[in-house]
């Protein structure tokens, strides 16, 4: 069975860069998949950040970014801020969809 | 405006059938290219897609639970409904759903979930 897998936790400093990325057990992350990042936060609904791989969707500031980086999809935050702490998790379409495991970024 | 709403028991007991309901509004569920999917996360876990119904009737379940899954809408209500069969204990979760909206071109295609519900809590304990 396919999963998708992302870091299970990550950390950056205020104001610093850091790149998640989300992959397949086998096989390549492509723009076929139609990469999505949510980005989620304790008791609250996800909220949506990129799609289709590299678009943001309306109101998310260009600081979050995605991108394809070898055999993964990215999602690429600058000069992370503080309530950027969160889980974020991805998302693949291939025929249904799939959820990485998400990945607790820290901001510290 | 859009918005979704999940409503459905919050409470039910092993082996049971649960039918989750999600009321749509600021958009048709016969508009092209938009169609509502069921999400659901337990209790400090990872979200978990289970399934999607597009405006022509297109439908498709996770594998791993499709057995016990059935999505249908009623348009003319706005409202989508998810039934899960033979619940356990471990399908206790907050269920969401959400727009998803799908577009698959020769080169370049869509599929993401661009508006969430705010969630609902089922328990699944005797």
């Known amino acids: 069975q396919t999963v998708v897998t992302q870091e299970p936790s990550f950390s950056v400093s205020p104001g610093g860069t850091v790149t998640l990325t989300c992959g397949l057990s086998?096989?390549?992350?492509?723009?076929?998949?139609?990469p999505s990042w949510y980005q989620q936060t304790p008791g609250q609904a996800p909220r949506t950040l990129i799609y289709?791989?590299?678009t943001r969707s309306s109101g998310v500031p260009d600081r979050f970014s995605g991108s394809i980086l070898g055999n993964k999809a990215a999602l690429t935050i600058t000069g992370a801020q503080a309530d950027d702490e969160s889980d974020y998790y991805c998302?693949?379409?291939?025929?249904?969809?799939?959820f990485g495991g998400g990945t607790k970024l820290t901001v510290l | 405006q859009v918005t979704l709403k999940e409503s459905g028991p919050v409470l039910v007991k092993p082996t049971e059938t649960l039918t989750l309901t999600c009321t749509v509004s600021?958009?048709?569920?016969?508009?092209?290219?938009?169609?509502v999917s069921w999400i659901r996360q337990p209790p400090g876990k990872a979200l978990e897609w289970l399934a999607h119904?597009?405006?022509?009737?297109?439908?498709s379940y996770s594998t791993s639970l499709k057995s016990r899954l059935t999505i249908s809408k009623d348009t003319s209500k706005s409202q989508v409904v998810l039934t899960m069969t033979n619940m356990d204990p471990v399908d206790t979760a907050t269920y969401y759903c959400?727009?998803?909206?799908?577009?698959?071109?020769?080169?370049?295609?869509?599929?993401?979930?661009?508006?969430w519900g705010q969630g609902t809590l089922v328990t699944v304990s005797s």
């Open positions: 289709s791989t590299n």
């Open positions: 119904i597009f405006s022509n009737d297109e439908k």
């Open positions: 600021g958009f048709s569920l016969s508009n092209a290219r938009m169609g």
């Open positions: 998302v693949l379409y291939m025929g249904s969809a799939l």
């Open positions: 086998s096989g390549s992350v492509s723009t076929s998949y139609y």
């Open positions: 959400a727009r998803t909206t799908m577009y698959r071109g020769y080169s370049y295609g869509i599929y993401y979930f661009d508006y």
